[in-house]
Structure formats: C-alpha cells, structure tokens
C-alpha cells in the first residue's frame, strides 16, 4: 500500500518511465474527461443559478485549493481562527471529516484543537448541517469551512483558495490523471488567492504561477511560508532543533506533500536520506504494524529518534514508539507580501457591510 500510493504520483508526475507507466497515464487520460465533466455539470448549476447556494446565520470563510494533497490548510486555517481571536471575534470551524476514526474526528481535527484550542469544531459529510449546529451550540460569529472551495451548497462571504507553489496545477492535469479537482478556471470564484510554500520557489517560478492565476482571475495574490517554530511530543515537552540534531534520526509521515515535510526538515538541518525516511498514505490510520515497521527502519538505520509532523503526531497520541522517542515539527504560516491586503480583505469578509442572511 506504501508503494502504490508512492507509485502513482510518480506515473502521474511523468517521473516514472517505461511502458507499463505509459500505459496506465493513457488509461487515465481516457478516464479524466468523465472526472471532468462532472466537476463542470455541478459548477454550471450553481454558476447559472440552477442551484443556489444555501446561507446560515454568520459569516462563512471558505479555505480550499483547486488541488488534491497538502496545500497547507491546517495551517492556515489555524492561523485564520487565531486572527480571529485577536481581533475579539468568535470563530468556529466547520469540516467534512475525511478519514474520521471511532468518531474522534480526523487528524486535521485533532491537530486543530491543539493549536486553537479555543474554537469549536465540527465534523459532518452534511455540512450546511453542521454549519447549523455549530451555531445553535457556540454562536460563532464567523464559521470558516475548511476543504470548502468545491462544496457549494454552503454560502459563504469569501473563498481563500491556496495554491501550492511546489505543484500548483497538480500535474496539468484533472483527477484521475493528475491532482486538479477542476479546471483552473474554477480560480474565477476565489476571492483572494494564498501562494503557499513560496519561499520554496525561485523568484521566476513564483511570477509564473501568478502570471497563470492572473488569466482566470483578477483576486489579490499573497505569498506566503511555513516556518518550522520547534519539536514538540505529545506530552507537551518542547526541544529545540540543534538538541535533537545531535542525533542520527528517522522521518515519517503520512501527508498529502510528503516532499514539502522533507524540504522542512532539511531547513533546520534534518538531511534525511531516503533510507531514513518512510511515507504512508495520506490521512492514513497507523496500526502496531506500522509501528513495528517504522522501528525495524529506524534500527536498520542506527536512528536513535523518530521525528514526524504535527498532523501525525495526534494521531499516535505517544511519546515513544517501542524504545524510540517521537517528535514533531511544528510549523506556523507567515505572510511573505501584502499582508494588509491579506488582513483587510479578511476583516471585510466578516464586517457589517454584508450581513449575512438567515
């Protein structure tokens, strides 16, 4: 299971060569058109008004992308719920919960409640339900709808569309045969659009992709990073990156960029090589399997620690796994250009101007 998710994405990426990979691209070529047109029956039904978004009574932020995998969401929504908070409002989060376990919620959840503790959260396929539940419980004065750009049954006061300057046109192509959840042109409904990881990128790469926004829509455009801030256990104790390089470590994950995690460590000093480090499919549910797996990588290794990520670490909910400790990274987003235009346009979004309907 850990290679063919690995094996697809290098078939999809071109990466893989030979005939079978040929082979099962031309498969998949033949498959996105169907993938496709859905994805443009249900936007030209609510485009022509055939379908009319529903609204609750509060504001409602959408955070999503146009891609499938790690954008950088969690962060940013995280960092959203505590603008929030700073400026005396009441957020709540309202999600679909992909990947739910025993009704604990999803690892996004998990991690969420750790870095704003303070906000309610609700899970739910139905999500103008949840929407509505969220505000008869905690009165929210503004829901942000987390992986909402698609799901346009919920009305809301902005789209925060991320783009993910490490791939973001997910290939070139629409799901199955690339990441894009629909065309680019779907980019015409964002109301401003995040450049993530673009510290990531040369200067040339980042004028690209915003020369390529700028053909669907005139929206602002900000750049920013994540900054790895520390390591953490699930005990709450912190360590410094210096204390933890002093040691021979072993990485893993299981995230939608599992390059971008790679490109992180190696900023603070972490070089990992492919020996030492061990993806599993996104969102994935780790099991003693795993676990075993994981130590028996690390010791054939000589690895006397386990560093993974925040999103992970909640999930394994332990300060060891056998005789290894664990930490995670953290990160945090930070606005790299326009951060006024950032802030105000999202202030506006929950201003008086436009009070929302019940």
Known sequence: MLIDEHKFLEVISGRESGVAPSLLRGLLVLLEPFYLAGAQSKNFLFDAGLKKPQRVPSRVISIGNVTTGGTGKTPTVAWVCNFFE???????IVSRGYRSLDGEGNDEQRLLQKLCPNVPHLQNRDR??????LIESHHPDVIILDDGFQHRRLHRELDVVLIDCLNPWGYGHVLPRGLLRESAKGLSRAGIVLLTRA?????????SIHKQVRRYTDCPVVSSRFVPTGLRNSSGESLSFSELQERKVFAFSAIGHPEAFRRTLSSVGFDVADDRFLQFPDHHHY???DFATIREAARSTSSASLITTAKDLVKINDDRIGDLSVWAIEISLEILDFQTVWEETLLDAVSDKRPPES
Do not use: F, K, N, Y
């Not at 700073?86 to 709540?92: A, F, I, V, Y």
């Not at 103008?128 to 539940?133: C, D, K």
């Not at 510290?199 to 004028?207: G, I, L, P």
């Open 86 to 92: 700073r400026h005396h409002l009441r957020p709540g």
């Open 128 to 133: 103008i339900e949840a929407a509505r539940q």
């Open 199 to 207: 510290d990531q990128v040369t200067d040339a790469q980042r004028e």
């Open 287 to 289: 099991t003693e399997e």
